[in-house]
């Protein structure tokens, strides 16, 4: 159980053109989805906050115009890169927090995508 | 005050010995402290969690040692094996609804085989 998905695994988009990534939590629902961002042999970076119905919080530094988050569903998080350039291409992971018991989160992270752009 | 400091950046352990990967925090609030495994081009996937209720926890080869006076966390992996070679990542949080994870910088472990 507890299965996120990621489509697509990998884009390769031209500068300039809009992408978009979907985040699914396939057996459950998931009270929160948050959208990392992780570099070559570096760290998760968390790019934003989302919650079914609600506009996302986003972190400091990142352009909520640039990735725009919808979350449509309880099981249906996407991102989209607006825009697109070379400086965006990285690997975008997204995870679904599931609740436990109480108010304790599980967060189940997605597979991934790679976004190159040329 | 909201880091986790992770060490070693990478380790190198023959098989059948045992991995140590430690993480520190400053944050007195955090209260759920997860492992996460990675392999290249694939998610984090969870490996084992601890609240500091408990000072170890234990599934399989792969132990958790909390010492929350000390602020300090470890992955233990026991009679490590090559199919453990991977990134692992510590993170912490509080325990509550939709809070988001902050994660250690990752050490990348190699296991000879």
């Known amino acids: 159980g507890a299965v996120v998905s990621q489509h697509p695994s990998r884009v390769i988009c031209k500068s300039g053109t809009s992408v978009k990534i979907e985040c699914r939590s396939l057996?459950?629902?998931?009270?929160?989805m948050f959208w990392y961002r992780q570099f070559p042999k570096q760290s998760l970076m968390l790019m934003a906050t989302?919650?079914?119905?609600?506009?996302?919080?986003?972190e400091q530094g990142v352009e909520k115009d640039k990735f725009l988050i919808n979350h449509a569903s309880l099981t249906l998080s996407t991102l989209t890169v607006t825009s697109a350039h070379p400086e965006d291409s990285s690997f975008y992971i997204c995870?679904?927090?599931?609740?436990?018991?109480?108010?304790?989160?599980?967060?189940?992270f997605g597979p991934g995508t790679r976004l190159t752009v040329l | 005050q909201q880091q986790v400091k992770q060490s070693p950046q990478s380790l190198i352990v023959q098989k059948g010995g045992i991995s140590i990967i430690n993480c520190a925090y400053e944050?007195?609030?955090?209260?759920?402290f997860p492992w996460y495994q990675q392999f290249p081009g694939k998610g984090p996937a969870l490996l084992i969690a601890?609240?500091?209720?408990?000072s170890e926890k234990k599934e399989g080869r792969f132990t958790i040692s909390f010492n929350k006076s000390a602020k300090q966390f470890s992955l233990h992996i026991m009679d490590s094996q090559p199919g453990d070679s991977a990134t692992y990542f510590c993170?912490?949080?509080?325990?509550?609804?939709?809070?988001?994870?902050?994660f250690g910088k990752g050490t990348t472990l190699s296991v000879s085989s």
């Open positions: 995870s679904a927090a599931l609740r436990i018991g109480g108010a304790s989160d599980t967060q189940y």
């Open positions: 057996d459950f629902q998931a009270t929160t």
């Open positions: 989302s919650n079914e119905g609600s506009k996302a919080t986003y």
């Open positions: 944050n007195t609030a955090f209260d759920y």
């Open positions: 601890i609240r500091p209720d408990v």
């Open positions: 993170a912490a949080s509080w325990d509550q609804a939709g809070t988001a994870l902050i």
